[in-house]
């Protein structure tokens, strides 16, 4: 069984299919610490360097009862390149990153965010930079959080300028991340308030990157978690699945969290209602990372996941 496929990295992940019984694994989306310095993997595996850590614990005094957890079968998992799991490995919970669907991989080293700096804001695809650096792209709704999240991972509060009116964005932004990667912040789509005609616009030279830039690596799709899945999120998400480009499902506004008695879902509720509603497009399923600028949840857990794509991309 296929766990998972990246087309652009021209492999394959096999593992012996699971009984019956799928072996599922429970985990607590917000651990329950309160200070710590360091951000030490729950694997065997290690990073060269420690990554800070928000101190922030956005679930400190919630009830035990009502702190959330996510179950996640063995075949929902995602496999990064070259990694091995078995059902007899006892550990293999252990290497799972905290909120989200990704096995830790020995590739997961050089994660932190040393320098990062402003490239160039480009209208086309050939305008991009020319250096072949490996890319990841951040693309979503105009008022997802997108330059909020962008701000959070580089921990700078201004690197990606927030607007108080989504669809700012209206080119290409290349960020240069340690001068080794890129963090492309690409137009927000379906903000009502836009011109059809530059919303056209968008989505034709959005698309047109995503199909013919060679240094992408993977596109980073940013769903709104406090909200039940909306089309046009859908419609993009399987618009990636059926031309195979590479994609990891960033749920933002996870720390947003609306009481059942009045008819609100859970986040995580969202997130498995939003994977099982695109789970037809993808022949495996892709990644997926729970985050919140506002606590800066995910954002380690994003930096290793980049950091595991990008090294086996260099390296093949």
Known sequence: MVLTLLPRLHLSIFLRPPPSNFTYFTFNLFPRYKFSAILKPNSTLSTTEPIPISLINPREFLPPEEDPQIQISIDKLFVPPDTHV????????????????????????????????????????????????????????????????????????????????????????????????????????????APKELRTDWNKFTKDYFLNRQALVSVFLLVDASIPAKKIDLEYASWLGQNQIPMTLIFTKCDKRKKKKNGGKRPEENVKEFEELISGFFKTVPPWIMTSSVTNQGRDEILLHIAQLRNYWLKH
């Open 86 to 193: 078995s059902l007899d490995d006892a550990a293999l919970s252990t290497r799972i990153l905290k909120g989200s669907n990704i096995v830790l991989s020995k590739y997961a080293t050089d994660a932190q965010i040393l320098q990062a700096e402003f490239v160039k804001s480009s209208v086309t695809t050939e305008d991009c930079p020319a250096d072949p650096l490996p890319e990841f792209a951040l693309v979503g709704r105009s008022n997802v959080g997108k330059s909020s999240l962008l701000n959070s991972l580089v921990r700078r509060k201004r690197l990606a300028l927030t607007s108080k009116k989504p669809g700012k964005t209206q080119c290409i932004n290349h960020f240069r991340i340690n001068d080794s990667w890129y963090l492309v912040d690409l137009p927000g789509y379906g903000y009502a308030s």
